[in-house]
Nanobody
Framework: QVQLVESGGGLVQPGESLRLSCAAN????????IGWFRQAPGKEREGVSC????????YYAESVKGRFTISRDIAKNTVYLHMNNLKSEDTAVYYC??????????????????WGQGTQVTVSS
């Protein structure tokens, strides 16, 4: 059974940084497009960033371009979301996702087969 496990969330002040991690148990992330979605209370779920299995295609939502970076560590079977210059509007539960699809298709069309349990990110002064 596929299990995606997120970690790295927390409470930070505006302008600070966080790094989220997505790991998998008995599941090779390298064969899948991996994405990060978020959902804030009262708002629709949003595809934040997605990276293809070959890393030749990466998608970022406009709201995070220039501030967030997605990356893979193949040896550790882990995908990261580096979040810089965090803003209060980044506050949400962040979910790791996996599917065999294109990065943009995953993020924009919500084409997701597997979800993690989510990790809370709170940006507040």
């Amino acid at each position: 059974q596929v299990q995606l496990v997120e970690s790295g969330g927390g409470l930070v002040q505006p302008g600070e940084s966080l790094r989220l991690s997505c790991a998998a148990n008995e599941f090779t992330l390298n064969f899948y497009t991996i994405g990060w979605f978020r959902q804030a209370p009262g708002k629709e779920r949003e595809g934040v960033s997605c990276i293809s299995s070959s890393e030749d295609s990466i998608y970022y939502a406009e709201s995070v371009k220039g501030r967030f970076t997605i990356s893979r560590d193949i040896a550790k079977n882990t995908v990261y979301l580096h979040m810089n210059n965090l803003k209060s509007e980044d506050t949400a539960v962040y979910y790791c996702t996996a599917e065999r699809t294109r990065a943009q298709t995953m993020c924009v069309m919500n084409a997701v087969g597997y979800w993690g349990q989510g990790t809370q990110v709170t940006v507040s002064s």
